[in-house]
């Protein structure tokens, strides 16, 4: 796609995050396996139901437009992704696997918190303010989860982890 205006650099965010969202999809049930800690385990669930629900967001986005979802690469979280499944391979203990879990995951998080705010910034401009809410929501729940994952951490993950 030539991109050559605000409404279709809009589109490539929101293909951006189609294929982040599908990457996810695929990498969150390995991290749910890796993972050791019960607590944990539940909170990673939870974000993949959500995750689900965010792909079938951006798929509803795409109704109103004349582009399809696919046909991009999000090359940003395959690297993101790529990062964590290297760094738990190299992990041998399982305290430290699940603080090393959390922190792939937050880096992901924190991607998608950015670009989200991106594509809603874009909606707003463009006049696609129910667009905007949308992705609001989901820029909301993507930040819950960052803080959700934050609290796991810190409530005993690391601890757990320093103290192997």
């Not at 800690?37 to 509803?60: F, G, Q």
């Not at 940003?76 to 990062?83: R, S, W």
């Not at 819950?144 to 993950?157: F, G, N, S």
Request: hydrophobic share 40%; with cysteine; charged share 30%.
């Amino acid at each position: 796609m030539h991109i050559d205006t605000l409404h279709k650099l809009y589109v490539h965010e929101l293909k951006d995050l189609y294929s982040a969202e599908s990457q996810i999809l695929k990498a969150l049930p390995k991290m749910i396996e890796a993972a050791t800690d019960k607590e944990l385990r539940a909170v990673l669930e939870e974000h993949l139901a959500e995750s689900e629900e965010h792909l079938a967001r951006i798929v509803r986005l795409f109704e109103g437009l004349e582009f399809e979802p696919g046909g991009h690469r999000c090359r940003g979280i395959e690297g993101l992704i790529a990062e964590a499944s290297d760094v738990l391979a190299d992990v041998t203990d399982d305290s430290v696997k699940n603080a090393a879990i959390i922190s792939g995951c937050q880096r992901v998080e924190h991607y998608e918190m950015a670009a989200y705010g991106v594509a809603r910034a874009f909606a707003a401009k463009i006049g696609r303010h129910d667009d905007a809410a949308v992705l609001t929501t989901t820029i909301e729940e993507e930040g819950a989860m960052d803080r959700e994952l934050t609290r796991v951490a810190e409530h005993h993950i690391n601890f757990t982890a320093l103290t192997t």
